[in-house]
C-alpha cells in the first residue's frame, strides 16, 4: 500500500460503519489524499449475529488505522465494538476511533440507589481497547454531554475532546446583520459548556422552574428585544426545551429565533416538530443548524428547512493528523 506522507501530515487507513459511509467520503475529501477509505464487510449469520471481514487485513500492518463508528442505537454498538477491538491487534502503528456522538452521555447521574449510570459503562468498554502497537487509542468525542465524563474513561484510551462551536461560528459570521445575532443558552449547564467558546457575542440564558408538576421555561439574564437570537445547546431528543425557549424569547421581542445542536438525536422522527409535516409542528425557527454526528438524522431530514448541516468532516480530518 503506497505511501502518501507528507511533511508533518500522516497516512491514514480509515475503515467506517455502514451508515457512516457519506461521512467518511467527506473526510476524506478533506484530506487533500491523505486519507485513504478501507472496506468490512458488514454479514450477519442466519441467527442474526454478526459475520464480519476486514478486507486487506495484512496491508494495515505498520499503517495509521481509523474507525469512524455511529452508536445510533443498541442493535449496532456490538458488531462495531467487535471490529474497534479487532483493528488495534491487526500490528497497526496506531489506532484512532471517531465516535462523534457518544450516545450515553445525558445518563451520567445516579439520583437514587439503584440507577444505573450508562454513560459510565460506555466508557469503560471504551477504555477497553486493546492497545496498539504505537500505543493507546485515541477517542475522538464531539460536544460530550457532561464535561465530567471526561473522568469516566480509563488509561488504555487517549480522550481527545473536540467541539463543533467553530462550524456554527464560522456559519453566524456569513449571516445578514451578524452583528444583531445573540447567542441564547437553555440552561445554566449548556451555558457551562459553551459560554466560553461563544464570549465574542451577547448572550441570554433561560432556566426551567417547577411549578406544580410542570418544569417552565423562563428567561433568566440577558435581553433579546429586536435581535436574532440563536440558541445553543448540545444535543436535541424531542426538541421540547428548544421549543420552549423559541416561546419565551419571542415573547420577549427576539426578532428571530434559530437554534443550534451538534448532536440531532430527534427520536421517533421528533424533528418533524420544526418541518412543519408533523403534528403539533413549530415553526418559530429561522434556522435550526445541527451537525452530521448522527448520519441517520441527517439522512432522514434532508435538506428540509429550518435545517442545515454544517458537517463535522473537516474538523474530522483535522483530528485524524493529531
Not at 465530567?148 to 474513561?153: M, S
Not at 466560553?196 to 441570554?204: G, I, Q
Request: charged share 25%.
Amino acid at each position: 500500500m503506497e505511501k502518501k506522507e507528507k511533511a508533518g501530515k500522516k497516512q491514514v487507513l480509515l475503515f467506517h460503519c455502514v451508515e457512516s459511509e457519506e461521512l467518511a467520503r467527506k473526510v476524506a475529501d478533506h484530506s487533500d489524499g491523505l486519507i485513504e477509505l478501507q472496506s468490512i464487510k458488514w454479514r450477519s449469520f442466519d441467527d442474526g449475529f454478526p459475520n464480519l471481514f476486514i478486507n486487506n487485513a495484512q496491508d494495515i500492518r505498520g499503517q495509521h488505522v481509523a474507525f469512524l463508528a455511529s452508536f445510533s442505537s443498541p442493535s449496532v454498538i456490538f458488531e462495531q465494538l467487535s471490529v474497534i477491538y479487532a483493528l488495534p491487534r491487526l500490528f497497526v502503528a496506531s489506532f484512532t476511533l471517531v465516535l462523534a456522538y457518544f450516545p450515553t452521555g445525558s445518563f451520567e447521574r445516579m439520583e437514587e440507589e439503584g440507577d444505573v449510570a450508562t454513560a459510565f459503562t460506555m466508557a469503560r468498554i471504551l477504555s477497553n481497547i486493546p492497545i496498539s502497537r504505537g500505543g493507546p487509542t485515541s477517542l475522538v468525542i464531539y460536544d460530550i454531554h457532561a464535561l465530567q465524563e471526561r473522568f469516566y474513561f480509563g488509561d488504555h484510551v487517549l480522550p481527545l475532546f473536540e467541539t463543533g462551536i467553530p462550524l456554527l461560528k464560522r456559519r453566524l459570521c456569513e449571516l445578514p446583520e451578524s452583528e444583531k445575532v445573540v447567542v441564547a443558552f437553555p440552561d445554566d449547564g449548556a451555558w457551562k459548556r459553551f459560554h466560553k467558546l461563544l464570549d465574542n457575542f451577547p448572550a441570554v440564558v433561560c432556566t426551567k422552574v417547577r411549578e406544580g408538576d410542570k418544569r417552565i421555561v423562563r428567561l433568566k439574564e440577558g435581553n433579546p428585544s429586536g435581535c436574532h437570537v440563536v440558541i445553543v445547546d448540545d444535543l436535541v431528543q424531542s426538541g421540547g426545551t428548544l421549543i420552549e425557549c423559541q416561546k419565551v424569547l419571542a415573547a420577549n421581542g427576539a426578532a428571530k429565533v434559530s437554534a443550534y445542536v451538534t448532536h440531532a438525536v430527534f427520536p421517533k422522527r421528533s424533528w418533524e416538530r420544526f418541518t412543519g409535516n408533523g403534528e403539533g409542528s413549530d415553526k418559530g425557527f429561522t434556522y435550526f443548524w445541527i451537525t452530521d454526528s448522527c448520519p441517520h438524522t441527517v439522512k432522514a431530514i434532508g435538506n428540509q428547512a429550518p435545517f442545515e448541516v454544517l458537517s463535522l468532516a473537516g474538523s474530522i480530518a483535522d483530528a485524524l493528523q493529531i
